[in-house]
């Protein structure tokens, strides 16, 4: 009886080793529920745990604005106020005149009537009475008509061909496609030598591209055809000044206040080089 006793007692305690053993192999085995019957630090055995696991979180996308400010922009670049400088060759708006003794139409200033002309001696006409008035105002804003009137007339070449190619010029220093804009100027100056805005677009292309004696030359050039280009004659003497010959700069800046009195940094520009060779010749 004591034996049949023992041989229960060895059973049972076997069937409960079995049974613990079992238990944790499926713990340590990561079971169905391990996650969820694994006991909690601080807790009782058998609760559930609260902390949802962590996950990782998804980078969101930048935006595309975003990305595209991020990009670095180009330098905005400087182009030098050289007299080469094509002006708008629209005129601007025109200020009404006033009315003569207060009644009647206005009176008509001498460059409202300038309109694109149908031969070369019309414009040469024209551009003398213009300069004429220009060289006479006695105030910058009423030099700004006229200077407007000048411009476009210089730009009448009286080829369509010519007036392409201008433009091409100058969308192609805007592009900054110096080589393309110096073929295009060579075009047009070996078409028409006789232009004188053609070699005054040859000089900008030349100074931007750092060739500063072939700009000198070419606006030479333009100013033996058109001797009253004052943009011409501030480039020249700009050169002249940046080369260091500032009696030659000097002369330039004289010509160019007979010419236009109120060009703008003309008359500093005239001063400063006036004190300076003074100084030189001391």
């Not at 990561?30 to 058998?46: I, N």
């Not at 182009?79 to 009315?99: M, N, V």
């Not at 009475?129 to 804003?141: G, I, P």
């Amino acid at each position: 009886m004591m034996l049949s006793a023992l041989h229960r007692l060895v059973r049972v305690w076997n069937v409960r080793l079995l049974a613990t053993l079992v238990a944790g192999f499926v713990l340590c085995c990561g079971g169905p529920g391990a996650y969820a019957e694994a006991p909690v630090p601080g807790g009782t055995q058998g609760s559930e745990s609260t902390q949802p696991l962590e996950t990782p979180q998804t980078v969101p996308e930048r935006d595309a604005d975003a990305v595209q400010d991020a990009k670095p922009s180009k330098p905005a670049t400087r182009t030098p106020r050289l007299s080469p400088l094509p002006a708008d060759p629209t005129p601007p708006q025109l200020p009404e005149q006033p009315k003569a003794d207060g009644q009647g139409a206005p009176e008509q200033s001498p460059h409202a009537a300038v309109s694109e002309p149908d031969t070369p001696t019309q414009r040469r006409r024209a551009l003398d009475d213009l300069y004429a008035y220009l060289a006479s105002t006695d105030n910058a804003q009423t030099a700004v008509p006229l200077v407007a009137a000048i411009e476009r007339l210089w730009l009448f070449s009286g080829s369509d061909t010519i007036d392409v190619l201008m433009e091409r010029v100058l969308k192609a220093v805007a592009e900054q496609r110096l080589d393309l804009a110096q073929q295009l100027s060579d075009t047009i100056v070996d078409l028409e030598p006789g232009f004188a805005e053609g070699w005054n677009r040859r000089a900008l292309v030349a100074y931007l591209q750092g060739d500063k004696e072939n700009a000198l030359n070419a606006l030479q050039r333009a100013l033996a055809l058109e001797p009253n280009h004052f943009k011409a004659l501030d480039g020249v003497a700009q050169i002249m000044r940046e080369q260091g010959n500032k009696p030659a700069a000097l002369e330039a800046y004289r010509k160019l206040l007979a010419v236009h009195p109120y060009w703008e940094g003309a008359q500093d520009a005239f001063d400063q080089l006036v004190r300076e060779v003074e100084g030189d010749g001391i």
